[in-house]
Structures are given as structure tokens and as C-alpha cells.
């Protein structure tokens, strides 16, 4: 018993040195700092008091939003968009809800000036684009009011971004507006500020950068770690330094759990033929969010497969020392098999 002690505790130290290693050398080797490309986008804050104020037709509305007036006022807000009527009436009878009119309330006050969002974000895209030059940039982010649909999501050449998702779960008006059963404490603890500008550049990679896979669990999980690092890179814009645990949505507590318990977490995936699986509901626990990795202690963060593949990725760009253009381009067999647990 001792000699298992020890050993994991030894464990848990290589993988923390390990980490900060990582750290380092993005911090000194980033290829996105050198230079950015001098790209347009336009910002633009839609909530349901400005569509009342600003939006009274139709024609206005679909001419200045195309891409997301029909998924906001439809589908978040139950608007009908058959007449100028409809829309109206159905738009004064959302707005006539105690929790949206506290939400907008809270929105202003916190969300009045997005200057540094907004500011982070095309930096950020700037150095996307330069890597990537076939990857097109949105023309517009659209900062709203999403009734608690959705963080961030693209439509076309444009990404929605649900600001009242970053209020912070503990704030009163969220504990007042979401039912805790459809919006569990797991959740509640993702809606914070900080995750904000990450979850636009990550809609936007995971939709036109890297695409998702049809194959084994250990391509997806790859994919991700493309998509988390390649995320990370254009954030880290002067070598600002960018917490991990902020790339994947996580506490420092849940970051430092996965870091000392990865060696443990490959062993379950070879003890169980996890990788070379393509079964919907195991990718469903190893991938997608929840309250922990199903499959795993309670304690441990959900996303588990997702963890995993960002450190395969981060250990083949320091082993291989690639340009960070190359990255999608190389298969998960590669990346794979550079990665030593």
C-alpha cells in the first residue's frame, strides 16, 4: 500500500512538471504572437429591450441581423416572424416576464461596455487568420440575450453569444430565472465571465477549423485537443498567461484532479478498449459535458476525453516542435503514438 502511495504521488509530481512545462514553452514559443492579420469584424449587442426600442418591423430586423434574427426571436424567445404584429405582440409578451426584465437589468449594468471583450476577441481572430488563411473570420459577433439557450454558437458568417450565461451561476437573478433541475450546479459553475472569449473562438474553430469526426473515440478526443489548443494559442495574445483550466472550462481544483490522475485515466481507456471504440453513449460520457466522466469517480471533472486529447496534442507540438498551421492536417495516429502516459 505504501509503494501504490508513493508511487501515484510521484506520479502527480511528474505530470504537474510536466504541465508547467507546457506552460512554459507556449509562453516562450507561441507562433501566433509574431504577427496578425488586419481583419473587419463588427460587434453588435442585441437584447430584447433594443429590438423594442430600435427593431419595430421586420424588415429592419432581418436587414441588420440575417443570420440570427430567425434562431434568437424564434427559438429563444417563442416570437412568431409571420407580420410586424406578431412579432411585436409575441416580442411585449416575452419582455412582460419577471426574470427577463430582472436579466436585462443585470445584463446593462454588467455588460454595458465590451470594449475588452471585443478587443480580445479580434486580437485573438487576427492571429487565427494569419495561421490559417483559408479559414474565413465572422463578420459580425452578435452579443445578446439568449434566454439561457446558449454561451456561444455560430450561424453562417456570424456567432451569437448569450451574455446572460456569464453572469455567474450564484448570482441571484440566475438562482431566481432557471429551474435547478433543468440548470444543475455543474452547470450554473460554467457561467462565468472569464469563459466568455474562449467560447466564441471555440465555436468558431470547432465549426469551420476543425470539424467533428465520425470514427473511433481517440479521433474526437484528438479533435478537441486541436481545438483547445489551437484556441489557447490565439489567445494568448503577448504571452498573457492563460490558466489551462480556463481552455477547458474547468476549476483549478478539477484541472489539478485530471493532471494527477491521467496516468489512471489512460489505464481505464486500455483497460476497457475505450480508444478504438466508436459506441455513441461511451463518446457521449468521455466527451460531452455532465457533472463528471462517467465511468470515473464522482470527483472527477467531466470532459474527461477531451483533457486527454489536449495533452497528446501540446506533447506532439513540444516532441515535434510543427508549425501550429500544420496541426490540422495531422492524423490522431501520429499524435497517438507520440503520446507516452
Not at 500500500?1 to 506552460?23: A, D, G, N, R, T
Not at 424567445?77 to 436585462?104: H, I, N, W
Not at 471533472?301 to 496541426?327: A, C, H, T, W
Amino acid at each position: 500500500m505504501m509503494k501504490k502511495k508513493i508511487f501515484y504521488w510521484l506520479l502527480s509530481l511528474v505530470l504537474i512538471l510536466l504541465s508547467l512545462l507546457f506552460k512554459f514553452y507556449f509562453s516562450s514559443n507561441n507562433p501566433l504572437n509574431s504577427e496578425e492579420k488586419n481583419i473587419k469584424i463588427e460587434f453588435a449587442t442585441v437584447v430584447p429591450t433594443t429590438l423594442m426600442n430600435q427593431k419595430p418591423n421586420l424588415l429592419a430586423l432581418h436587414k441588420d441581423y440575417p443570420d440570427v434574427t430567425p434562431y434568437l426571436l424564434e427559438f429563444c424567445y417563442g416570437v412568431p416572424l409571420t407580420s410586424d404584429t406578431s412579432y411585436f405582440e409575441g416580442l411585449k409578451r416575452f419582455m412582460a416576464q419577471d426574470y427577463v426584465l430582472k436579466t436585462e437589468k443585470e445584463l446593462k449594468k454588467r455588460f454595458g461596455n465590451l470594449n475588452k471583450h471585443k478587443n480580445r476577441i479580434k486580437g485573438a481572430f487576427s492571429r487565427l487568420k494569419f495561421q490559417f488563411k483559408d479559414v474565413e473570420t465572422p463578420k459580425e459577433i452578435v452579443f445578446s440575450n439568449s434566454n439561457y439557450n446558449y454561451n456561444a454558437t455560430c450561424y453562417n458568417e456570424s456567432v451569437l453569444v448569450g451574455l446572460e450565461r456569464y453572469i455567474g451561476g450564484n448570482h441571484s437573478v440566475i438562482k431566481e430565472a432557471l429551474n435547478p433541475t433543468d440548470f444543475p450546479e455543474w452547470i450554473r459553475n460554467g457561467m462565468e465571465e472569464k469563459f466568455m472569449d474562449r467560447d466564441v473562438l471555440s465555436a468558431w474553430i470547432s465549426t469551420l477549423l476543425i470539424k467533428e469526426t465520425n470514427g473511433y473515440h481517440i479521433e474526437e478526443m484528438i479533435r478537441w485537443g486541436k481545438i483547445h489548443t489551437i484556441t489557447e494559442m490565439a489567445l494568448r495574445i503577448n504571452n498573457e498567461d492563460l490558466a489551462p483550466e480556463e481552455i477547458l472550462r474547468w476549476s483549478n481544483a478539477q484541472y489539478k484532479w485530471a493532471l494527477s490522475n491521467e496516468g489512471k485515466f489512460w489505464k481505464y481507456l486500455m483497460d476497457e478498449s475505450l480508444l478504438f471504440d466508436n459506441n455513441e453513449k461511451n463518446r457521449a460520457f468521455l466527451i460531452n459535458n455532465g457533472p463528471y466522466t462517467i465511468g470515473l469517480p464522482e470527483e472527477s471533472p467531466d470532459r474527461m476525453g477531451q483533457f486527454l486529447g489536449y495533452q497528446m496534442v501540446k506533447n506532439y507540438l513540444i516532441k515535434e516542435k510543427i508549425k501550429l498551421s500544420k496541426l490540422p492536417l495531422i492524423g490522431y495516429k501520429k499524435i497517438l503514438q507520440s503520446y507516452t502516459p
